[in-house]
Protein backbone atom coordinates (compact mmCIF):
# COMPACT_ATOMS: atom_id res chain seq x y z
CA UNK A 1 0.00 0.00 0.00
CA UNK A 2 1.18 3.47 -0.71
CA UNK A 3 1.99 5.61 2.25
CA UNK A 4 1.09 9.21 2.02
CA UNK A 5 3.05 11.81 4.05
CA UNK A 6 0.55 13.53 5.84
CA UNK A 7 2.92 16.18 7.16
CA UNK A 8 3.72 18.02 4.63
CA UNK A 9 0.21 18.14 2.72
CA UNK A 10 -1.05 21.33 2.63
CA UNK A 11 -4.50 21.09 4.45
CA UNK A 12 -6.51 22.59 1.48
CA UNK A 13 -5.07 19.68 -0.60
CA UNK A 14 -7.80 17.02 -0.27
CA UNK A 15 -10.42 19.30 -0.40
CA UNK A 16 -12.44 18.67 -3.96
CA UNK A 17 -11.40 21.62 -6.17
CA UNK A 18 -10.60 22.59 -10.19
CA UNK A 19 -7.30 21.47 -10.35
CA UNK A 20 -5.03 22.95 -13.45
CA UNK A 21 -2.31 20.54 -15.00
CA UNK A 22 1.35 21.10 -16.10
CA UNK A 23 -0.17 21.83 -19.74
CA UNK A 24 -2.77 24.47 -18.55
CA UNK A 25 -5.65 22.11 -18.88
CA UNK A 26 -8.06 22.49 -16.15
CA UNK A 27 -10.08 19.05 -14.06
CA UNK A 28 -12.31 18.70 -11.28
CA UNK A 29 -10.65 16.43 -8.52
CA UNK A 30 -12.89 14.88 -6.04
CA UNK A 31 -10.31 12.81 -3.82
CA UNK A 32 -6.88 13.70 -4.35
CA UNK A 33 -5.60 11.04 -2.11
CA UNK A 34 -8.16 8.57 -2.78
CA UNK A 35 -11.63 8.85 -0.67
CA UNK A 36 -10.87 7.63 3.48
CA UNK A 37 -11.39 8.46 6.52
CA UNK A 38 -7.94 10.02 6.70
CA UNK A 39 -9.01 12.16 4.08
CA UNK A 40 -12.40 13.43 5.46
CA UNK A 41 -10.88 14.21 8.58
CA UNK A 42 -8.33 16.35 6.69
CA UNK A 43 -10.17 18.09 4.69
CA UNK A 44 -12.99 18.41 7.82
CA UNK A 45 -9.83 20.08 9.88
CA UNK A 46 -9.19 22.46 6.76
CA UNK A 47 -12.55 24.16 6.77
CA UNK A 48 -12.39 24.18 10.77
CA UNK A 49 -8.90 26.13 10.43
CA UNK A 50 -10.33 28.44 7.18
CA UNK A 51 -13.74 28.96 9.37
CA UNK A 52 -11.52 29.99 12.40
CA UNK A 53 -9.74 32.36 10.99
CA UNK A 54 -12.30 34.19 8.90
CA UNK A 55 -14.18 34.54 12.22
CA UNK A 56 -11.15 36.26 14.37
CA UNK A 57 -9.10 38.15 11.78
CA UNK A 58 -8.66 41.56 12.80
CA UNK A 59 -9.81 44.11 10.21
CA UNK A 60 -6.55 44.98 9.34
CA UNK A 61 -5.60 41.65 8.49
CA UNK A 62 -8.82 41.24 5.73
CA UNK A 63 -7.22 42.70 3.13
CA UNK A 64 -3.92 40.53 3.04
CA UNK A 65 -6.34 37.38 3.49
CA UNK A 66 -8.51 38.69 0.81
CA UNK A 67 -5.54 39.77 -1.72
CA UNK A 68 -2.57 37.33 -0.86
CA UNK A 69 -4.92 34.27 0.90
CA UNK A 70 -2.58 34.96 3.78
CA UNK A 71 -3.36 34.49 7.41
CA UNK A 72 -1.43 35.10 10.42
CA UNK A 73 0.76 32.75 12.59
CA UNK A 74 1.81 34.05 15.75
CA UNK A 75 4.59 31.56 17.48
CA UNK A 76 6.82 32.67 20.47
CA UNK A 77 5.77 36.26 20.66
CA UNK A 78 6.93 36.57 16.45
CA UNK A 79 4.08 37.16 14.04
CA UNK A 80 4.02 35.89 10.61
CA UNK A 81 1.68 34.95 7.82
CA UNK A 82 1.75 32.83 5.21
CA UNK A 83 -1.11 31.24 2.90
CA UNK A 84 -3.93 29.46 4.15
CA UNK A 85 -3.61 27.21 1.04
CA UNK A 86 0.00 26.31 1.87
CA UNK A 87 -0.51 25.04 5.71
CA UNK A 88 0.18 21.77 6.50
CA UNK A 89 -0.48 19.48 9.94
CA UNK A 90 3.40 20.37 10.21
CA UNK A 91 1.95 23.85 11.38
CA UNK A 92 -0.75 22.78 13.31
CA UNK A 93 0.35 23.97 16.65
CA UNK A 94 1.55 27.15 15.30
CA UNK A 95 -2.04 27.58 14.45
CA UNK A 96 -3.73 26.71 17.18
CA UNK A 97 -1.40 28.67 19.05
CA UNK A 98 -2.47 31.40 16.36
CA UNK A 99 -6.07 30.99 16.82
CA UNK A 100 -5.84 31.24 20.74
CA UNK A 101 -3.87 34.83 20.48
CA UNK A 102 -6.65 36.04 17.67
CA UNK A 103 -9.37 34.81 19.75
CA UNK A 104 -8.21 36.73 22.99
CA UNK A 105 -7.58 39.67 20.57
CA UNK A 106 -11.09 39.37 19.33
CA UNK A 107 -12.91 39.18 22.46
CA UNK A 108 -11.06 42.31 23.60
CA UNK A 109 -12.01 43.89 20.98
CA UNK A 110 -15.55 42.83 21.40
CA UNK A 111 -15.41 44.15 25.10
CA UNK A 112 -13.85 47.31 24.04
CA UNK A 113 -17.13 47.83 21.70
CA UNK A 114 -19.59 46.85 24.18
CA UNK A 115 -17.73 49.27 26.45
CA UNK A 116 -18.13 52.37 23.61
CA UNK A 117 -21.45 51.44 22.80
CA UNK A 118 -23.11 52.08 26.41
CA UNK A 119 -24.35 55.02 27.38
CA UNK A 120 -22.23 57.09 29.94
CA UNK A 121 -23.19 56.69 33.32
CA UNK A 122 -24.12 59.87 35.03
Known sequence: ????????????????????RADGTTFHELHPFSDGEAQRLLAGLS????DAYRQLLPEEEWTRF???GEVPLI???????????????????????????LE???RRREREETERSRPPTV
Open 75 to 101: HEGRRTHKALAHLTLRDLPTILGSLVV
Open 47 to 50: AHVD
Open 104 to 106: EDH
Open 1 to 20: MNEIDWMDIPLQNPIPAIRT
Open 66 to 68: ETK
